[in-house]
């Protein structure tokens, strides 16, 4: 079964624990955890130490994404990322980049924090040409020589992070895409994480679907398990086309802009951090939207029974959505892994991915009105969903005709 990702906010650790606990009674035979990895990044590692060891009573991986993409920013030289042992406040180039000295202090940072698996450092990169690129894949190398001359015993995950636009272009996959996977491959890395950006915007357009789609088909070409990074968006859509499984946050974080998290670690932007707290993840629409929209719309007869959480373990009543929304979230995303693997093709696992966003481009149009009429500024994008039934029905449509011939 595909597996999820889950990477908590700094406030999510009691949520963790809670999610990860075992049942209260011994004897009842103990189910899967809604978690299948435990992803945190280093900054919260750092500051919550209990995350790993709900990870590891758990007995799932426990991952520190050490994001030094934030190495090619300025950060805020009083933020808990600066204080990391491999941080630098100051935007380095490539050229400043010491491979074997952030290799190792990434690394041994990782093992401090209890890391069962080993993250790569890596690099934004704008396009498969960019330096960026080039040293990502040096990093990975260098991280792999570490882990094996060490005799660390940890697998090695490594990040692919790029520009969507550049690295999904047909003419750049064997460039980008490609090239990452077969030097993952040549090092025995054990699992590759895609983390294009920007990609999850209610406004993202058909093309750009079709670029991510073909991306990641190209990533699945290599050996090793490939999983969508930072990507709560098209995770369950990029696990019907074949991807391992996803990373996203709780009701935030969920999906990918690279420049925007560079930029707001900076000193002068502080101020302009995001406003507001998680969302309420609503599994029909597949995202999390601002509470207040989501309680005028799970207050209202007309639109509660199409959008309440349709399982009573998870959310007996409608307050429990609202309330205790960061492990709905979780939970609901688990559920519809399960219900993708059920499902005994690929062709399949499209068609209902093609179906659930039909579905909810005609439900946020409703949901839309509806907040409109309450004069509640947010709308729930459509463009996206309409792009995304189009994209799995056509893949759904290429893998029947390949299927045939
Ligand atoms: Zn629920």
């Given at each position: 079964?595909?597996?999820?990702?889950?990477?908590?906010?700094?406030?999510?650790?009691?949520?963790?624990?809670?999610?990860?606990?075992?049942?209260?009674?011994?004897?009842?035979?103990?189910?899967?955890?809604?978690?299948?990895?435990?992803?945190?990044?280093?900054?919260?590692?750092?500051?919550?130490?209990?995350?790993?060891?709900?990870?590891?009573?758990?007995?799932?991986?426990?991952?520190?994404?050490?994001?030094?993409?934030?190495?090619?920013?300025?950060?805020?030289?009083?933020?808990?990322?600066?204080?990391?042992?491999?941080?630098?406040?100051?935007?380095l180039s490539v050229?400043?980049?010491?491979?074997?000295?952030?290799?190792?202090?990434?690394?041994?940072?990782?093992?401090?924090?209890?890391?069962?698996?080993?993250?790569?450092?890596?690099?934004?990169?704008?396009?498969?040409?960019?330096?960026a690129f080039a040293m990502s894949i040096r990093l990975l190398a260098s991280t792999a020589h570490y882990v094996r001359d060490n005799d660390v015993p940890l697998p090695v995950v490594a990040i692919l992070c790029g520009q969507l636009r550049q690295f999904a272009s047909a003419q750049a996959l064997d460039l980008g895409v490609g090239r990452f996977v077969d030097a993952a491959e040549a090092h025995g890395v054990h699992t590759v994480g895609l983390c294009f950006s920007p990609v999850g915007?209610?406004?993202?357009?058909?093309?750009?679907?079709?670029?991510?789609?073909?991306?990641?088909?190209?990533?699945?070409?290599?050996?090793?398990?490939i999983v969508a990074w930072r990507q709560g968006i098209y995770g369950p859509a990029l696990v019907a086309a074949g991807l391992a499984g996803y990373e996203t946050g709780i009701g935030t974080g969920e999906q990918t802009n690279i420049a925007r998290q560079q930029a707001n670690r900076r000193a002068k932007d502080k101020a302009r951090r995001t406003g507001?707290?998680?969302?309420?993840?609503?599994?029909?629409?597949g995202r999390s939207i601002?509470?207040?929209?989501?309680?005028?719309?799970?207050?209202?007869?007309?639109?509660?029974?199409?959008?309440?959480?349709?399982?009573?373990?998870?959310?007996?009543?409608?307050?429990?959505?609202?309330?205790?929304?960061?492990?709905?979230?979780?939970?609901?995303?688990?559920?519809?892994?399960?219900?993708?693997?059920?499902?005994?093709?690929?062709?399949?696992?499209?068609?209902?991915?093609?179906?659930?966003?039909?579905?909810?481009?005609?439900?946020a149009k409703q949901a839309n009105r509806v907040l409109e009429s309450a004069a509640i500024k947010h709308k729930i994008g459509t463009k996206n969903l309409e792009a995304l039934a189009q994209v799995m029905t056509e893949l759904g449509q290429a893998d029947q005709t390949s299927r045939s011939a």
């Open positions: 079964m595909a597996q999820l990702l889950i990477r908590p906010s700094l406030n999510d650790h009691q949520v963790i624990a809670d999610l990860l606990a075992p049942p209260p009674m011994p004897t009842i035979r103990r189910s899967r955890p809604p978690i299948a990895q435990l992803v945190a990044d280093a900054h919260i590692a750092a500051q919550r130490p209990t995350l790993a060891e709900s990870a590891n009573d758990a007995g799932i991986p426990f991952l520190v994404d050490p994001t030094t993409v934030l190495l090619q920013s300025d950060v805020d030289p009083t933020s808990s990322w600066a204080k990391l042992p491999f941080a630098s406040a100051r935007p050229d400043d980049i010491d491979v074997e000295g952030l290799v190792e202090q990434v690394v041994q940072f990782q093992m401090e924090q209890g890391a069962t698996r080993i993250i790569a450092p890596y690099l934004y990169a704008s396009e498969p040409g960019d330096p915007t209610p406004g993202d357009s058909y093309s750009k679907l079709v670029g991510l789609f073909r991306a990641a088909a190209r990533a699945t070409r290599a050996p090793m398990p507001g707290g998680p969302g309420t993840y609503l599994d029909q629409f601002p509470k207040p929209a989501a309680e005028l719309l799970l207050g209202i007869n007309e639109m509660r029974p199409k959008l309440m959480c349709d399982d009573e373990g998870c959310c007996p009543t409608v307050a429990d959505t609202l309330d205790n929304g960061r492990p709905h979230a979780v939970r609901s995303r688990a559920r519809q892994l399960a219900e993708l693997a059920e499902q005994p093709h690929r062709r399949w696992r499209l068609h209902t991915v093609a179906r659930h966003a039909e579905a909810a481009a005609t439900l």
